[in-house]
Every structure is written in C-alpha cells, then in structure tokens.
C-alpha cells in the first residue's frame, strides 16, 4: 500500500457520461498530481494541485477538470465522455511538489463503451 | 511532441546478467530525473533519480547514469533477478516547474 488511495479501482461508462474519479493523498503530502496512460502510451500530466490551489496544467482536456479540496483529497471530473478516454487514471501526491520522486496510487481503470 | 523518448518498447535479459534500459530527451532545460517501476495492476514506485549536476547515481543494484551532452540517460540493473520484470518509466522535469515529463516505458523480462 503506498498510502495513495484512488477510487473506484475499475469504472465502465457509456459515452456522453460523466464520472468523477476520487484520490487520498498519502498523509502529510500537500501536492496532488493526475496523469492519464492510454494504451501503450506513457503517462500523461494533467493537473497538479498543491494545497489546495491548482499549479500546473498539461494537456488537459476542456471536458475533464479537478479541484483539491481543504481535507487535501482531489478528484478529478470527467464529462462528456468519449471512447478515447478509455485508460488508467494515476493519482500521485508529494509533499511540496518540488524535487524528488511522487507516490502514486495504483489508478483507476476508466472504460468508456 | 514526445520529450523523452523510451525507444525500446520491450527487453529480455537472463538473470544474472545485466539490464541496460535507455531514455533520450530533448530538452535541455531538464534537470532532474528519474526512474519508476510498474508492476501490473498497480501504480508506479520510484526506483531512482538524478540531478543534472551529476553524471551517475547508484543505488545497490540499480545505477543511473546521465549523459547530458548527448541528452541520454540509462539504468543499469546488475544483477537482474527474475522480480525486476516490470515496466520501467524515465522522467524528467524541467527547472523552475513541478510536473514530470515520462516516457512510454520498457517493458523487462527476466528470464530464470
């Protein structure tokens, strides 16, 4: 357990829906971090957050958007879904989001059908 | 457009011997790296970084070495035993910023 927790672990949705997917940051870690990793593709930054405040964005989709709330949890929010976003969620945390490796969750397992 | 580039999608090594992965980038305002191992069904776990300032880290069996002029970067694994089998991802940040660029991974298999 690396003190990361995503939920669910596994989501099947039809397409035009909308999911919410939900990351525990390891305790004491103030930075959250989401990645996608689409099939035989490496993972894929798209938003940090640290302590609340969002502080770096990637390719991050206009239809998909994230918020850290107070309790330092993030969730990550995807509308309008289509079959290309089917792929693996990470969550990851750190505790400044500064130097130094992350800890990641062990993902969510997205199926758009 | 791809930073770091894993081009080797998979490698086979015999146990015993060593594992050699490579990751190339292309920007060269990276000045950190780092080296994460995945197991199926889970998420990755740090293995290993290096700091632009050097050209080798090492730690027990696993020695990253950082070849800036030619923007290279390898792990070695010495010597590889059948749990190393995992996928292996390089990243990279870039100064001043907090995200990590990954390559697409190398996918290792140690052979008993």
Redesign the interface.
Known sequence: D?G?TQTPKHLITATGQRVTLRCSPRSGDL?V?W?QQSL??????LI?Y?NGEE??K?NILERFSAQQFPDLHSELNLSSLELGDSALY?C?SSLT???????????TRLTVV | D?Q?K?NS?SLSVQEGRISILNCDYTNSMFD?F?W?KKYP??????LI?I?SIKDKNEDGRFTVFLNKSAKHLSLHIVPSQPGDSAVY?C?A?RSG?????????TRLKVLA
């Open positions: 690396s990361v930075s971090y990645y035989d593709q490496g993972l894929q930054f940090q640290y502080r770096a990637g990470f990851a989001g500064g130097k130094g490796g992350y800890t990641f969750g062990s993902g | 791809q770091v894993q999608p950190y780092l994460y069904a889970e998420g990755p776990t740090f970084s700091s991802f990243a940040q910023t907090y995200k990590y660029i990954f390559g697409t991974g």
